[in-house]
């Protein structure tokens, strides 16, 4: 999942709030508040220009300290969703990087729940969860039909298999599908670079240095937390 406009919508004051929670000297604190506060802007549309009108809330875009701000801002979420214990005893998870958050639980209700309660607290901050990118899988190794999940006004669409960060993750916990998809994007990227690598032009020892840096990198992305069966390896 993640949230609709999301350094647009973050409510400047919760940020400033954020800021003192995490100690922040009040001379850096102000002087990013003079980054935000009172931001005029204008949009332009074809050659003209529309009227000034100030901008409330949000991040700067663009600005490189935005994102830091914006992970403050998201941890202090999941601060107040009271997740404790450890990653083998707890019966609910809750990741994120930027403004994709995934939600792991052991049990629907248990979903339902901690969904419910990021929804209201991110609420909080102005932050928005986008139900039309929000999507839930079901870990098992029986069949199921897909049927979607309604939280309160929400329905969210259930899927087999979904990417996130460049990785494929399934229903039944599979890793051929993931490997077979580097595999493939190997050889796209060998296509698109192949008259680097038949060209006599190029040295030996070149053409193993773009092997590594390019070809190489691709397939064994995140291969670190391959699981592999001997059906696999064959």
């Known amino acids: 999942m993640d949230y609709t406009h999301a350094f647009d919508s973050v409510y400047r004051n919760k940020l400033i709030e954020c800021l003192k929670k995490f100690d922040v000297p009040d001379k850096v604190i102000r002087?990013?508040?003079?980054?935000l506060i009172q931001r005029r802007a204008r949009v332009k549309i074809n050659r003209d220009f529309t009227e000034e009108f100030i901008v409330e809330c949000g991040v700067r875009q663009g600005d490189p300290l935005s994102a830091t701000l914006f992970?403050?801002?998201t941890d202090t979420v999941l601060k107040q969703m009271g997740l404790r214990g450890n990653i083998t005893t707890r019966l609910k998870q809750c990741t994120t990087c930027a403004f994709d958050i995934t939600l792991t639980t052991r049990t629907k209700q248990s979903l339902i729940d901690t969904f419910q309660k990021l929804k209201e607290i991110s609420a909080q901050y102005g932050l928005t969860l986008n139900d039309q990118k929000t999507h839930y899988l079901?870990?098992?190794?029986?069949?199921?039909n897909l049927e979607e999940l309604q939280i309160n006004s929400m329905y969210l669409e259930q899927v087999h298999s979904y990417r996130y960060f460049g990785s494929t993750v399934n229903s039944d916990n599979s890793i051929g599908e993931e490997i077979r998809n580097r595999i493939t994007l190997g050889n796209k990227s060998y296509h698109a670079n192949q008259f680097l690598f038949k060209s006599s032009l190029v040295s030996k020892k070149l053409k193993m240095k773009l092997y590594w840096s390019i070809i190489r990198p691709i397939v064994t992305y995140a291969c670190e937390r391959?699981?592999?069966k001997e059906?696999?390896?064959k």
Do not use: E, M, P, Q
């Open 226 to 228: 391959w699981g592999l």
């Open 138 to 144: 079901r870990c098992t190794r029986k069949n199921y």
């Open 31 to 35: 002087l990013i508040a003079l980054t």
């Open 71 to 73: 992970s403050l801002v």
């Open 231 to 233: 059906t696999i390896k």
